[in-house]
């Protein structure tokens, strides 16, 4: 016979507001974004021409564009303009832990990339870090409801005061933005946040008895 909760409530980790080791999670998010601007120094050193290695959409020789564009910028307007909601959302999304944050981040990756290859624009080429950036802003709006927690609820008025504005970036209609890398990272981060709450409800809570 055992005797285990019909429902665990999630633990207290997963409530997290802010990363539980900050400076770990500082020099992660500021090792990555660092990483990009090496790229794209490189890029210019090569006049542009890694920018070709964008996602181009419904072609073979396109599909590996997934793995690469988060990583490229049409230059450092383009890369400035997502820096600091690389930094803040990717360091607030490491408060249940750096491998918790890989996987959201490899899922965001997938889907966003994934997303535009199959409903982007016929002859185009998609590079930027937007669609990761709007990954983790709809994973950090979301995972309070999932994780029934006040304090990141909070934190995700606080985000939407301040960058709610950038969500109609999931609507076409701006001329040369892929709003299907931000639709689809949106929806990859919501995905991961109900994975991740799911994946922690499954976990035996200590103090359970079996027999």
Known sequence: MSTLPAAPAPSADT???LP????TAALVILSFTALMYVVELVDVALHGSLDRDGIVPR???GLDGVVWAPM???GWAHLLGNTIPVLVFGFLAMASGILRWAVVT?????????????TGDTGTSTIGASGLAFGWLAYLLVRGLFNRSVGQLALAVVLLVLWGGTL?????GNPGISWQAHLFGAIGGVL????MAR???RRPPAGSLSA
């Open 15 to 17: 409530k997290r507001v």
């Open 20 to 23: 539980p080791h900050p400076k």
């Open 59 to 61: 072609t073979l020789s």
């Open 72 to 74: 490229l910028h049409g």
């Open 106 to 118: 490899a899922l965001v990756w997938v889907v966003s990339g994934l997303g535009v290859w199959l």
């Open 168 to 172: 109609w970036g999931l609507l076409p």
């Open 192 to 195: 991961a946040a109900w994975i």
């Open 199 to 201: 994946a922690d409800r």
